[in-house]
């Protein structure tokens, strides 16, 4: 049983690009998370989605960020314009909605740096 | 809203020696979940404990334990005769449920270092 796999594990960018992380679910998972953790601090939820609908996205940090699930199974957050305060941790996280949707499973994340 | 505390940064422990780390939590939902996460240096969060809100029963796992009692809003962790792997930063988190989201609220963290 495979776990929630993130791609890339790390990225560098320069200030003004794009960049977009991928996320897959362990799978029959239902709803997915975004999360965003800096250095010293805990993560802090970004957004989710139960299958393709984004049910929850205003604590996205800015308009910058975009997430979807366009099939209701692997998801993408985009960060576009990338600012050096984006530098940070991204994690993606899922759970089974009807057999234990309160439990979050994490993935190994995106570590993004900004130059 | 939401708030969970970890006022522990750092705590460092001789191998072999227990170790509790403490969690304090607000919140106004009557139905709730608290959760504790370990993340070891390579980054990724590992799922320990959930437990809700109605039972109060102290669970024991292993040379882990966890001391649940609403009364004071505190959901704290035992780690028995800690061991070098025990290392990690340790994250308690609190759902919230009221809005079917289930989203995390996480604490800052404990970071656990044992010395061999």
Known sequence: ?115 | AQKVTQAQTEISVVEKEDVTLDCVYETRDTTYYLFWYKQPPSGELVFLIRRNSFDEQNEISGRYSWNFQKSTSSFNFTITASQVVDSAVYFCALTNSGAGSYQLTFGKGTKLSVIP
């Open chain 1, 1 to 115: 049983d495979t776990g929630v796999s993130q791609d890339p594990r790390h990225k560098i960018t320069k200030r003004g690009q794009n960049v977009t992380f991928r996320c897959d679910p362990i799978s029959e998972h239902n709803r997915l998370y975004w999360y965003r953790q800096t250095l010293g601090q805990g993560p802090e939820f970004l957004t989710y989605f139960q299958n393709e609908a984004q049910l929850e996205k205003s604590r996205l940090l800015s308009d910058r960020f975009s997430a979807e699930r366009p099939k209701g199974s692997f998801s993408t957050l985009e960060i576009q314009r990338t600012e050096q305060g984006d530098s940070a941790m991204y994690l993606c996280a899922s759970s089974h909605l009807i057999t234990e949707q309160e439990t979050q499973y994490f993935g190994p994340g995106t570590r993004l740096l900004v130059l």
